[in-house]
């Protein structure tokens, strides 16, 4: 019966417990004991594990890229994690219907303009692009993986090309960076299928979708060390237009093209809203990284674990002594803390920013993982944010409750970067096997008879 009454009320036991406990630091009083059962006794312990704790490095399912909040672009060639290469396909709408004017307007270029703020890698390694046409059309209602073939949906014939090397400019007075451009010319035969296009194919942005069906741009391949990943400002935001395609053409009511009046300049853009597919291609080459031999295994644990961005790199977490704490009756689990520490040498944390919030999941008997109690009941008090001393937090008191009273099994659990599409963080943690590495704080109150 004192079982039951427990289990029922533990989480107010506990809490009038610690109340009585702060107030005691005032004055003795034995108020309130009155309300615990009468020759019962609970104490409050604090236990601390390390050594039943193990990490692996994984490689992660493949992540959704289909308009993201950002999409990126960009070869990195990074000696701890490998090369990661980003290609982008989009689509451009009509902001309104062609209108060139009727005294013999004639096309003179277009442009390619894509715009970032956001680099992650270096500004010294020049990136190479390419451009194409999509002969395949792309759904925005569809979902697509950082798998997806894009070559294979655009045309061979190449419309452009451009080796340039990134740059990061900063605000002084905001501390904010300003928005870098990237001007690719595109050849004129794209300018003179837009510009001549049949008026039945621009009635709609639907219709003008099937006959223009967006562009793919592939980033070549680093081979050396180096490179960077671009996060791209594809959506117009404020007096910010956003990235898009460009068609200049005159007419003779203007003067020639070689005028060199800006005022007389025409231009029809054709830009990329939140209504345009957007996708991201995303291949990762592991083999020249140092964990290369040891990713993906569950036997040889190594010091460090990796974890990464772009549907990259996870952690498998294995907490065995949970296990045994089933069979701990009479148990309230007053907090329970999981903390990571970031290895800042071996991750270069000021040359490449770690995450700046993870995820901790929990893996079900299927091999899929879902985020626990803790978090839905409060994202906040469940944690995962950068701390200054680089360090994650997870509040999993909740969760570790229900396995002790048996609601939960213990497959393990994963830790990712929770920003996995729009964002190329990536670090190097401490693994179990250091001595600063995982650990478990657990503060429970126990009833005994």
Known sequence: ???????????????????????????????????????????????????????????????????????????????????TTID??????LPAFPDFGEDNP????????????????????????????LESSIDRDQNYTQNVDLKSLAS???????????????????????????????????????????????VSNDVFLEYFKGLYIESEKQTNQGGAILTLESLSSGSFRG???????????LKSKADTNKDSVLLMPYVVTQFSARINRIVHDYSTAPFYANLGSETNEDSLIYVQATGGLKSKIFID??????????????????????????????????????????????????LPVDYVFSPDFYGGSLQKDYTYHFNITQHLQKIIEGEAQNYGFYMVPAYKNNQANRAVL??????????????????NN
């Open 243 to 253: 990235s898009g395609l460009v068609l200049f053409y005159h007419n003779d009511s």
């Open 321 to 370: 002594d949970l296990t045994s704490w089933k069979d701990s009756v009479n148990t309230a689990i007053n907090k329970a803390e999981l903390i990571f520490q970031i290895d800042t040498v071996a991750s270069q944390v000021h040359r490449f920013p770690p995450p700046e919030q993870m995820l901790f999941t929990v893996i079900d008997s299927t091999g899929k993982d879902f």
């Open 88 to 93: 982008f396909a989009t689509q451009f709408r």
């Open 106 to 133: 004639q096309p003179d270029s277009i442009k390619l303009y894509l715009y970032y703020r956001i680099i992650y890698g270096d500004t010294i390694t020049k990136q190479k692009l390419r451009v194409y046409e």
């Open 1 to 83: 019966m004192k079982n039951k009454f427990f289990y029922k009320y533990k989480y107010l036991i506990a809490g009038l417990f610690m109340a009585l406990l702060f107030a005691a630091c005032e004055e003795y009083s034995s108020i309130g004991l009155e309300v615990l059962p009468g020759g019962d006794l609970i104490e409050v312990r604090n236990r601390l594990i390390k050594d039943d704790i193990s990490a692996f490095t994984h490689k992660e399912d493949s992540i959704r890229t289909d308009e993201a909040s950002h999409s990126l672009i960009g070869s990195f060639n990074d000696s701890l994690f490998g090369t």
């Open 156 to 202: 061979d014939k190449l419309l452009g090309q451009i080796e340039f090397t990134p740059r990061v400019k900063l605000d002084s007075t905001t501390k904010d960076t300003f928005y870098q451009l990237i001007n690719i010319p595109l050849d004129f035969s794209l300018a003179e299928k837009l510009f001549y296009a049949d008026s039945a194919k621009l």
């Open 430 to 447: 401490k693994g179990s096997k250091s001595k600063t590495g995982i650990k478990l704080s657990i503060s429970y109150s126990k009833y």
